[in-house]
């Protein structure tokens, strides 16, 4: 089983900065990129960013220039900072692995972290 493990949701208020992680754990797995998606109430589950292994980062329109996404490949982490946050960007914000299993392709997805920004 593979698990992928967020932290660092909460409140914030508008302007300011937070921090998100997720880490992979398990066994039998390799992962081909790593990533957020977000869903707001009521709205689909959209990309907020991506980083493939090697590849280059790929950001959402609404927030480029505010998020920045890393990995740290030894540790199977991803991290999403945050900073000049809206209340728009309240939302459950979901890790995302696309990768293999046991051999079988597959996505691993994070239970998922709530981000509220209010003041």
């Known amino acids: 089983q593979v698990q992928l493990a967020e932290s660092g949701g909460g409140l914030v208020q508008p302007g300011g900065s937070l921090r998100l992680s997720c880490a992979a754990s398990?066994?039998?797995?390799?992962?081909?990129?790593m990533g957020w998606y977000r869903q707001a109430p009521g709205k689909q589950r959209e990309l907020v960013a991506t980083a493939p292994n090697g590849g280059n980062t790929r950001y959402a329109d609404s927030v480029k220039g505010r998020f920045t996404i890393s990995r740290d490949n030894a540790n199977y982490t991803v991290y999403l900072q945050m900073h000049k946050v809206k209340p728009e960007d309240t939302a459950v914000y979901y890790c995302?692995?696309?990768?293999?299993?046991?051999?079988?392709?597959?996505?691993?997805w994070g239970q998922g972290t709530q981000v509220t920004v209010s003041s």
């Open positions: 398990g066994s039998n797995f390799v992962i081909f990129a």
């Open positions: 995302y692995a696309p990768g293999r299993h046991n051999g079988r392709l597959t996505e691993f």
